[in-house]
C-alpha cells in the first residue's frame, strides 16, 4: 500500500493512511509489523489527497491526528473536501465527504518534536 508509514521512535506514529479503500490492506500491514490500530500513538497528514488521508474514517485509535492548518479542516469536518484530488478522482466514488475526525491539533510550524 502507497502513502502510509509507520515511525516507531518510542512512540508509534503513522505518517499519512492511505486511500479510502485500502483500510484492509492498513490493517493487514500493521498486522505484519506486529500492531494494530490502536497502537497507533498519532497520526501525521503531510497533506490533505485522498490517498494520503482516505483510511483514516476507518481507523480505530486513541491519539491526536496532525495536520497543517488548510488541510485540518477537511479532517474534523469544518470544511468540504475538494471533489477531486490531483487525479481527478471524484472523493465521492470513493465514499469520502464530510468526514468527522477527533482531536485534529493544527501544526503551523514545522514539526520538530511530538
Same mark, same amino acid.
Do not use: W
Given at each position: 500500500?502507497a502513502?502510509?508509514?509507520? =515511525?516507531?521512535? +518510542?512512540?508509534?506514529?503513522?505518517?499519512d493512511? $492511505?486511500?479510502?479503500n485500502?483500510?484492509?490492506? &492498513?490493517?493487514?500491514?500493521l498486522?505484519?509489523?506486529?500492531? $494494530?490500530?490502536?497502537?497507533?500513538?498519532?497520526? &501525521?497528514?503531510?497533506h490533505?489527497?485522498?490517498?494520503?488521508?482516505?483510511? &483514516?474514517?476507518?481507523?480505530?485509535?486513541?491519539?491526536?491526528?496532525?495536520?497543517?492548518?488548510?488541510?485540518? $479542516?477537511?479532517l474534523? $469536518?469544518?470544511?468540504?473536501?475538494? &471533489?477531486?484530488?490531483?487525479? +481527478?478522482?471524484?472523493?465521492?466514488?470513493? +465514499?469520502?465527504?464530510?468526514?468527522?475526525?477527533?482531536? =485534529?491539533?493544527?501544526?503551523?510550524?514545522?514539526?520538530?518534536?511530538?
Open positions: 500500500m502513502n502510509a508509514y509507520l =515511525v516507531d521512535a +518510542g512512540e508509534m506514529t503513522l505518517v493512511a $492511505g486511500t479510502p485500502a483500510a484492509d490492506d &492498513l490493517r493487514g500491514e498486522d505484519e509489523a506486529g500492531h $494494530g490500530a490502536e497502537d497507533i500513538d498519532r497520526v &501525521l497528514i503531510t490533505f489527497d485522498l490517498d494520503h488521508a482516505g483510511t &483514516l474514517a476507518h481507523l480505530t485509535f486513541d491519539g491526536p491526528i496532525y495536520a497543517m492548518e488548510p488541510d485540518a $479542516g477537511f474534523d $469536518g469544518s470544511r468540504t473536501p475538494p &471533489l477531486s484530488n490531483h487525479n +481527478g478522482n471524484s472523493a465521492k466514488s470513493h +465514499g469520502f465527504s464530510r468526514p468527522r475526525m477527533p482531536r =485534529v491539533l493544527v501544526c503551523q510550524s514545522e514539526i520538530k518534536d511530538f
